[in-house]
């Protein structure tokens, strides 16, 4: 395995590693787009699933139909957020899957192990039962309605970095969003970079990078490979 050059950033030793869900453990947020694509369809809003996502994927659902109404000049009716979520559940129910490999990469790992999510709780928790993970972290779950802000503020990782007892420069993060990134590096934290999912688009790489990521991963595999170069102990059976 060659040397990751990007890794000689790291000078703190790590303690945590902390994931963000959407995106990273289950790929649901392509899931996500065209559920709400086919809900807009009908008020003039047509694009595809990969543009969408990048457009608001890492968001919070009710932040992202007030971008979706102010960038499209529309007014949505006021059921419409509780409508798209119960679309999306459904979406995610039926045809959720966890990313390849997941389970295996994260499994070995010596540290504690924790998710924060910019889902609602219940989401998170359904999504981990979905992927298998559920036993590998256990209560360590932090989502964006446990504080004011939402990503891409810092708030949500500073509270899990409090609520574990870490300091955010012990924690190694794995996001796929231009938002997580932001908010994971903010808090000071170390950003890995998700390309692995289906919604991710060509040159997404750069715009994690701009935004803090200090390394990217283009599949589990390659995660596996950076986890291996950060901790002595780590390998995949």
Do not use: W
């Amino acid at each position: 395995m060659m040397e990751n050059t990007d890794l000689k950033k790291l000078t703190q030793a790590i303690s945590c590693v902390i994931f963000d869900c959407d995106g990273v453990l289950v790929d649901s947020e392509i899931l996500a787009s065209q559920a709400s694509l086919r809900m807009l369809e009908p008020y003039g809003i047509s694009m595809t699933p990969q543009e969408y996502a990048h457009l608001y994927a890492g968001k919070k659902e009710e932040d992202i139909i007030a971008s979706v109404q102010k960038d499209f000049n529309i007014n949505l009716p006021d059921d419409f957020l509780s409508k798209v979520r119960l679309e999306i559940e459904h979406s995610l129910d039926h045809d959720l899957q966890a990313i390849a490999g997941v389970v295996e990469t994260i499994s070995p790992l010596p540290v504690t192990k924790a998710v924060v999510s910019n889902s609602r709780l219940v989401r998170v928790i359904s999504s981990l039962k979905v992927a298998g993970l559920t036993e590998l972290f256990g209560k360590k779950l932090f989502a964006a309605e446990m504080v004011e802000r939402p990503k891409p503020a810092p708030d949500v990782y500073l509270h899990a970095a409090s609520e574990l007892g870490v300091k955010p420069s012990e924690c190694l993060v794995v996001e796929d969003s231009q938002s997580g990134v932001t908010a994971a590096h903010s808090a000071g934290m170390h950003v890995i970079g998700f390309l692995g999912a289906s919604h991710i688009p060509d040159g997404h790489e750069n715009t994690v990078r701009d935004v803090g990521a200090f390394t990217v991963a283009s599949s589990m595999e390659e995660l596996a490979q950076i986890f291996a170069e950060v901790f002595d102990e780590y390998s995949i059976k």
